[in-house]
């Protein structure tokens, strides 16, 4: 399994940016589809964006979908998630994953990183 480990959470102001990242451990990264999800306390893992393997296809959740825009560059092994217009909502754990293919099913993805938190406050 690929290692994954998510970087650039912090705090933001509502309608403000934040980049998060997910380097992995190994150049394998490349075949496999990125997804991000996020998890508030109490609450079942939420679907936030997906990327195909050569990161040509996309797909977003609809409450970020003109928000958040999600990218890849397979060189450096690194999945990114621009995240703009931030609103307090957004606040939570955000999680990036590996699939073998493009899906916003949890089940579908084995690897996981440890999670970063972002904090969206007024």
């Known amino acids: 399994q690929v290692q994954l480990v998510e970087s650039g959470g912090g705090l933001a102001q509502a309608g403000g940016s934040l980049r998060l990242s997910c380097a992995a451990s190994e150049r394998a990264f490349s075949v496999y589809a990125v997804g991000w999800f996020r998890q508030g306390p109490g609450k079942e893992r939420e679907f936030v964006a997906a990327?195909?393997?050569?990161?040509?296809?996309?797909y977003y959740a609809g409450s970020v979908k003109g928000r958040f825009t999600i990218s890849r560059d397979n060189a450096k092994n690194t999945g990114y998630l621009q995240m703009s217009s931030l609103k307090l909502e957004d606040t939570n754990v955000y999680y990036c994953?590996?699939?073998?293919?493009?899906?916003?099913?949890?089940?579908?993805?084995?690897?996981w990183g440890q999670g970063t938190q972002v904090t969206v406050s007024s």
């Open positions: 990327i195909s393997a050569d990161g040509g296809r996309t």
């Open positions: 994953a590996t699939a073998s293919g493009i899906t916003d099913s949890p089940k579908d993805y084995n690897s």
